[in-house]
């Protein structure tokens, strides 16, 4: 069965503490202050079960930036505290189609083949630009060069504006 997709999807990938978390607060408060609703998907790389989240945590960070709703899938648990056997990405997006939504944002789920913004840090993560599919744009904390549009992590404004207008052709 084929996927049926209401709404935007866009991936930010990159290796751990390259900032994704940060850019997806970023994405959140935006769209809030544009009316965008915009729910999150947010792959929790650890093999433990997902019982008792710090409230600090990536999720509680996505909800109280604005997410109108948020997942977090790792472990065999979604932190909605309904048992899996592993969802997919595509099982979790068609669970927002029961949601009110403009937009999802997926951080991590690197392998995935949805369009991706992806977050360089230091050399290493270089590889990520030859490795993955489907890159609309590259978020870099070091002078690098890209076949992608290009921004500097602390070009705010400009990535903000880019990522909103590629939403709307979306």
Not at 128 to 148: D, K, M, Q
Request: hydrophobic share 40%.
């Amino acid at each position: 069965m084929a996927l049926e997709i209401r709404f935007p999807l866009l991936q930010i990938v990159g290796y751990q503490n390259s900032g994704k978390t940060t850019l997806v607060e970023k994405i959140l408060k935006r769209g809030t202050e544009l009316g965008v609703r915009i729910a999150t998907i947010k792959h929790h790389g650890h093999t433990s079960i997902l019982k008792g989240l710090n409230k600090e945590k990536d999720s509680s960070r996505h909800f109280k930036a604005g997410a109108s709703a948020t997942i977090v899938e790792g472990g065999g648990s979604l932190q909605l505290e309904a048992k899996t056997s592993g969802w997919t990405l595509e099982k979790l997006i068609q669970l927002y189609a029961f949601f009110e939504n403009d937009m999802v944002l997926i951080e991590g789920f690197k392998l995935a083949d949805y369009p991706k913004i992806v977050l360089i840090r230091n050399d290493a993560d270089k590889e990520l630009l030859t490795s993955l599919t489907n890159i609309v744009a590259v978020i870099s904390w070091i002078p690098i060069e890209s076949n992608f549009p290009l921004f500097h992590i602390k070009d705010e404004e400009i990535y903000l504006e880019w990522i909103f207008n590629f939403i709307q052709k979306g």
